[in-house]
């Protein structure tokens, strides 16, 4: 079974920046992706996807200018640059995978494959 593995997490003040990567290793057809954030008490929500040929992007209104989603195909990883975070940032992050995703996908139940998710919290 294909699982995500994310890493890039951790503590940072408001105004600063994280990057995220997603290793998506075990899939041997094209792949569209996604990056979701849940907070605690709330619901999962979507924040980035990325279509499978990664010229398309789609974001959540909260983090558009903010955060840049790209994938590097010779490493299998899919990455979430995340610039001017703020405290509402923080959450944990999950990758998530489907197979083709010629287009860009925000739905969770368009994901197949999930990672465990990585913890980024933004202090004031």
């Known amino acids: 079974q294909v699982q995500p593995v994310e890493s890039g997490g951790g503590l940072v003040q408001a105004g600063g920046s994280l990057r995220l990567s997603c290793v998506v290793s075990?899939?041997?057809?094209?792949?569209?992706a996604a990056w979701f954030r849940q907070a605690l008490g709330k619901e999962r929500e979507f924040v980035g996807a990325i279509s499978s040929s990664g010229i398309s992007t789609n974001y959540a209104d909260s983090v558009k200018g903010r955060f840049t989603i790209s994938r590097d195909d010779a490493k299998n990883t899919v990455y979430l640059q995340m610039n001017s975070l703020k405290p509402e940032d923080t959450a944990v992050y999950y990758c998530?995978?489907?197979?083709?995703?010629?287009?860009?996908?925000?739905?969770?139940?368009?994901?197949?494959?999930w990672g465990q998710g990585t913890q980024v919290t933004v202090s004031s």
């Open positions: 075990g899939r041997t057809s094209s792949y569209g």
């Open positions: 998530a995978a489907r197979s083709g995703g010629y287009s860009v996908y925000y739905r969770i139940y368009e994901y197949d494959d």
